[in-house]
């Protein structure tokens, strides 16, 4: 580990700090970590999403007036820099951010908020992914996009919350979330699942998901509040997306996610997957097609 520490925060209206431990969300609610009081700011209006060390995305939340990044209306999360303005409803925030050393007598504080914790355990991966933004942007107005787009994050997140699982990473237009395998995790996937595929039916806006199950090395990060995947099997679930873009369909299972779901898969085809030796097959839900 590097012996310097990333050190980030907001700096709010009135010029005082609130520091960024991890993931928070904001809004005029009172159960917002950040509670904003403009009138105009929606009761839970973004998500400042903690996706490593000093690393920070904004996620609109579908909220009516939208979130701005250096004078920018955002229509997907959007990574933070050292000097943004974001401003939210006439609320306007600077995001910061530095290096500092660990014998800074800020730093004593920074590693005992969290302890470091790897192990190794078999998760359930999903990835989700909006099809064709860029056209999405190019077919809807510059207010009405960012209000779908940032309605689906809220509508998946709050799904996945409700149900055992953890968001980790939002990539643009899609997110990566995770369940470490236990005896109900395997259910809440499926009713995850269940849930997306109605929302999937709306095409509103058109998605992709991709299912991988297998082993992750889990920690945390000195100075955040959150918990990582890393190895092998994570990097081959976000290489499924383009395996499902290329095979056209909507939700893709890996082999080993086929085998544990518990409900009905049929192979649909092989593939390689760009970073791994050999082809791979791969399966829908469902019953083979006639």
Not at 121 to 133: K, N, P, R, V, Y
Not at 144 to 169: N, Q, S, Y
Not at 185 to 202: G, H, I, N, P, Y
Request: net charge negative; hydrophobic share 40%.
């Amino acid at each position: 580990m590097s012996d310097a520490l990333s050190l980030s925060w907001l700096e709010l209206p009135d010029g005082s700090r609130f520091d960024l431990r991890g993931s928070t969300t904001v809004g005029r609610a009172s159960e917002n970590a950040l509670a904003l009081a403009g009138k105009e700011v929606s009761r839970r209006h973004a998500l400042i999403q903690a996706q490593g060390e000093g690393e920070f995305w904004l996620v609109d939340l579908g909220s009516a007036n939208g979130c701005w990044v250096n004078e920018r209306r955002i229509s997907q999360p959007v990574e933070l820099k050292a000097g943004d303005v974001i401003e939210l409803s006439g609320v306007r925030l600077r995001f910061g951010s530095e290096r500092i050393k660990a014998d800074h007598p800020s730093a004593s504080g920074l590693l005992e908020s969290t302890i470091l914790t790897v192990k190794t355990a078999q998760c359930w991966m999903l990835m989700a992914d909006i099809i064709g933004s860029t056209r999405l942007a190019q077919q809807m107005s510059a207010e009405e996009l960012p209000r779908i787009t940032g309605g689906w994050f809220k509508e998946c997140r709050e799904i996945i919350d409700a149900h055992g699982g953890h968001v980790m990473k939002y990539l643009g237009d899609g997110f990566f979330c995770y369940w470490i395998a236990g005896p109900e995790s395997s259910a809440q996937l499926r009713t995850v699942l269940d849930a997306l595929k109605s929302m999937q039916e709306k095409k509103s806006p058109p998605f992709r998901i991709v299912v991988h199950y297998g082993e992750a090395a889990v920690g945390s990060v000195p100075t955040m509040a959150e918990v990582n995947l890393h190895g092998a099997e994570v990097n081959f679930a976000f290489r499924m997306e383009k395996v499902a873009a290329r095979l056209r369909q909507p939700v893709l299972f890996s082999e080993t996610a086929a085998e544990e779901i518990g409900v009905l898969t049929w192979r649909i085809d092989e593939c390689e997957v760009e970073g791994f030796a050999g082809a791979r097959p791969f399966f829908v839900p469902g019953l083979p097609q006639a």
